[in-house]
């Protein structure tokens, strides 16, 4: 087969790269905005082609001949996303491909507060409705991300987060990165696959394996907020990283599912044997 991946320079499109390329009989193909720097990961075959979420006429030609897509999302305002996602879509809609692989988010309802949460069901109904096969990966948050919130949050000896006694599935980036690649080796499912850590774990519970030596405290979302802006964080991504909190506070995180398991044939990676530095 011939596979593409997107956001190829990324630290999950890149290891899908990598992994798609160790399989010798498929020509696995970078999307990247300048084909001309791309380094591929070392000791694979790897081609790279020019193709920018924001240009459809780049995106059509760099479609044409692929039989499958692994469709890392866009990222920044959720407005410029959901643009992204439907170049990509109709691109790939133009182009004949036969199955899209679509990292999406565990959250997709329309109702949630979450910003992504709205971006990530919008696509999903776009390729739902592309001609095109597919299989989403719904991904929980990721681990990694995760623990950088709780060391952005620590004040003296306590992480302050709007989250108040939820639980959270956390899935580890390589998990997800591997099981992108096993269902772009698959033919589409249509339909989709929760891509979650073995457990939900609850926020103080993972706090205390980010950073023992700190004490969750539950603060209003306001206050998160206002620490947020007088640290010098955008406003963005302020109002992204409150609203999913927000939605992790609601319950919208918790699901566990086995598909990591079932997909790659490795459990997924618990939370505390997990080196997130």
Same mark, same amino acid.
């Given at each position: 087969?011939?596979?593409?991946?997107?956001?190829?320079?990324?630290?999950?499109?890149?290891?899908?790269?990598?992994?798609?390329?160790?399989?010798?009989? @498929?020509?696995?193909?970078?999307?990247?905005?300048?084909?001309?720097?791309?380094?591929?990961?070392?000791?694979?075959?790897?081609?790279?082609?020019?193709?920018?979420?924001?240009?459809?006429?780049?995106?059509?030609?760099?479609?044409?001949?692929?039989?499958?897509?692994?469709?890392?999302?866009?990222?920044?305002?959720?407005?410029?996303?959901?643009?992204?996602?439907?170049?990509?879509?109709?691109?790939?809609?133009?182009?004949?491909?036969?199955?899209?692989?679509?990292?999406?988010?565990?959250?997709?309802?329309?109702?949630?507060?979450?910003?992504?949460?709205?971006?990530?069901? @919008?696509?999903? @109904?776009?390729?739902?409705?592309?001609?095109?096969?597919?299989?989403?990966?719904?991904?929980?948050?990721?681990?990694?991300?995760?623990?950088?919130?709780?060391?952005?949050?620590?004040?003296? /000896?306590?992480?302050?987060? $709007?989250?108040?006694?939820?639980?959270?599935?956390?899935?580890?980036?390589?998990?997800?990165?591997?099981?992108?690649?096993?269902?772009?080796?698959?033919?589409?499912?249509?339909?989709?696959?929760?891509?979650?850590?073995?457990?939900?774990?609850?926020?103080?519970?993972?706090?205390?394996?980010?950073? $023992?030596?700190?004490?969750?405290?539950?603060?209003? $979302?306001?206050?998160?907020?206002?620490?947020?802006? /007088?640290?010098?964080?955008?406003?963005?991504?302020? @109002?992204?990283?409150?609203?999913?909190?927000?939605?992790?506070?609601?319950?919208?995180?918790?699901?566990?599912?086995?598909?990591?398991?079932?997909?790659?044939?490795?459990?997924?990676?618990?939370?505390?044997?997990?080196?997130?530095?």
């Amino acid at each position: 087969m011939r596979i593409a991946v997107t956001g190829a320079t990324g630290r999950v499109g890149g290891q899908v790269v990598g992994l798609l390329a160790a399989e010798p009989e @498929h020509d696995v193909v970078a999307f990247v905005r300048q084909a001309s720097t791309y380094v591929p990961p070392a000791g694979v075959a790897v081609s790279a082609a020019a193709a920018d979420y924001g240009d459809p006429a780049s995106l059509r030609k760099a479609l044409t001949g692929v039989d499958t897509l692994v469709f890392v999302s866009s990222d920044g305002h959720a407005a410029t996303v959901m643009l992204h996602h439907a170049n990509v879509v109709r691109a790939a809609a133009d182009a004949g491909v036969g199955h899209v692989v679509a990292l999406s988010g565990l959250d997709v309802d329309v109702e949630s507060p979450f910003c992504y949460a709205v971006t990530n069901g @919008h696509t999903e @109904h776009l390729l739902a409705a592309s001609g095109c096969g597919y299989s989403l990966a719904r991904a929980s948050v990721y681990t990694e991300f995760f623990a950088s919130l709780v060391r952005g949050a620590r004040r003296g /000896d306590e992480v302050r987060l $709007p989250a108040g006694d939820a639980r959270v599935s956390l899935v580890a980036r390589a998990d997800v990165g591997r099981a992108l690649a096993a269902l772009a080796l698959r033919p589409p499912s249509n339909t989709h696959h929760d891509l979650t850590g073995p457990a939900a774990l609850g926020v103080a519970d993972i706090v205390a394996a980010v950073d $023992p030596a700190a004490r969750y405290v539950d603060v209003p $979302p306001a206050e998160y907020v206002a620490a947020l802006l /007088d640290g010098g964080e955008t406003s963005w991504w302020t @109002h992204a990283y409150a609203t999913m909190l927000e939605s992790i506070r609601r319950g919208r995180w918790a699901a566990v599912s086995d598909e990591v398991a079932a997909l790659t044939g490795r459990p997924a990676t618990p939370v505390r044997s997990l080196s997130v530095p």
